[in-house]
C-alpha cells in the first residue's frame, strides 16, 4: 500500500471570531479553496489536503503547548523560497508570532522554511526543499534536538562535550519568579519562546537559538535579571510585549554602535532590552 497524501488535519481552536479570519487568509494564501464556513466549521481544500477547524469545548482558556501529548506543529511545502518569503510577508501583515524568520535549516540541503503561531499559538510552518530532499543522492537528515523546543540544532547551537547537552551552551539563563506560569506565558507570546511548562523541575524555553530556564520562587528567592534579546523586529517586539502585560522601561531608540534598542520589565520583574542590529559598527 502507498497512501496518498494527508486527506484532512482538523484543528481545535479557542473562538473562532479569532482564527476564522486568520485562516481564511492564510489558507486562501496557500491556494487552497474555502468549501464549508458555519458557525462552528470552517473547511478549505487543495493541493491533495484538506484543512478545517472547529471550536473548543473544554479548556477554551488555555493556549496551545508543544510540549503535551498530541499535535507538536503543522508543515505545509511551498514550491519555492519566494512562496515562503510571501508568506512571511503575510502572517507578519496578520500580526502572528513569528517563531523564526524565512531561514535555511541543517534538515537537508536547501531546506528553507518560516515558522509561526496562529492565534492559539498553535505552531504552523511552510517550508520549501529543492528536488527530492532527503531522497536526493548524497543527502543524509541531520542531527537534532528530538523536537523538545521545535527547532534543530545547528553546529553552533549544539556540543559534541559530553558535559553539555545536545542544543545547550556554556552559559544559560535562569529566571526565578513568584509566578513561573505568568512568565512562561508572557515569554511564549511577547518573544515566540517554545517548551513545555513544568512544575516539577524548571521549565526549558527556547527563545531565538537561545535556552532560557524558568522556575518558580519557592526554596531559592525571586532573582530578577538583566538580559539583552536580539529580535527581527524591534518595534513590534516590543508592542506585542506591551500588549502582553510588559511595563515600559524604554521606548525604541536608536543607539549609536548601531542597535535600535527598547527596554521592558516582565511579570517576574525581569528587565530586557529588546534590540535589533540596523547597521555595522
Same mark, same amino acid.
Given at each position: 500500500m502507498e497512501i496518498n497524501g494527508i486527506a484532512h488535519v482538523m484543528l481545535t481552536v479557542r473562538d473562532m471570531g479569532v482564527s476564522r479570519?486568520?485562516?481564511r487568509r492564510l489558507l486562501q494564501h496557500l491556494g487552497l479553496t474555502e468549501v464549508i464556513d458555519t458557525p462552528d466549521y470552517l473547511y478549505f481544500v487543495g493541493a491533495r489536503t484538506a484543512v478545517g477547524l472547529r471550536p473548543a469545548t473544554r479548556d477554551r482558556d488555555e493556549r496551545f503547548d508543544q510540549g503535551r501529548c498530541g499535535l507538536h506543529h503543522v508543515c505545509f511545502r511551498a514550491r519555492s523560497r519566494a512562496d515562503v518569503d510571501s508568506v512571511h510577508a503575510l502572517v507578519t501583515e496578520l500580526g502572528a508570532t513569528v517563531t523564526h524568520v524565512p531561514e535555511e535549516a541543517p534538515w537537508v540541503p536547501g531546506y528553507y522554511s518560516v515558522l509561526f503561531e496562529d492565534p492559539d499559538g498553535i505552531r504552523l510552518e511552510v517550508?520549501? =526543499?529543492?528536488?527530492?530532499? =532527503?531522497?536526493e543522492d548524497g543527502a543524509r537528515v541531520k542531527d537534532f534536538d528530538g523536537g523538545a523546543s521545535g527547532t534543530q540544532a545547528t553546529p553552533e547551537s549544539g556540543s559534541k562535550a559530553g558535559w553539555i547537552p545536545e542544543g545547550w551552551r556554556s552559559v544559560t539563563s535562569r529566571l526565578v519568579a513568584p509566578d513561573a506560569a505568568a512568565l512562561v506565558d508572557f515569554l511564549r507570546r511577547a518573544f515566540g519562546a517554545t517548551g513545555a511548562f513544568h512544575t516539577e523541575r524548571p521549565t526549558e524555553l527556547k527563545i531565538g537559538d537561545s535556552i532560557v530556564m524558568v522556575s518558580g520562587s519557592g526554596p531559592r528567592d525571586r532573582m530578577p535579571a538583566f538580559l539583552y534579546l536580539y529580535v527581527e523586529d524591534v518595534d513590534a517586539t516590543f508592542a506585542r510585549a506591551l500588549e502582553t502585560g510588559? =511595563?515600559?522601561r524604554e521606548a525604541p531608540q536608536d543607539l549609536p554602535y548601531g542597535d535600535r534598542r527598547a527596554m521592558i520589565e516582565d511579570p517576574g520583574g525581569n528587565v530586557w532590552q529588546i534590540a535589533t542590529r540596523m547597521r555595522r559598527g
Open positions: 479570519p486568520f485562516y517550508n520549501y =526543499v529543492p528536488g527530492k530532499g =532527503v531522497f510588559g =511595563v515600559l
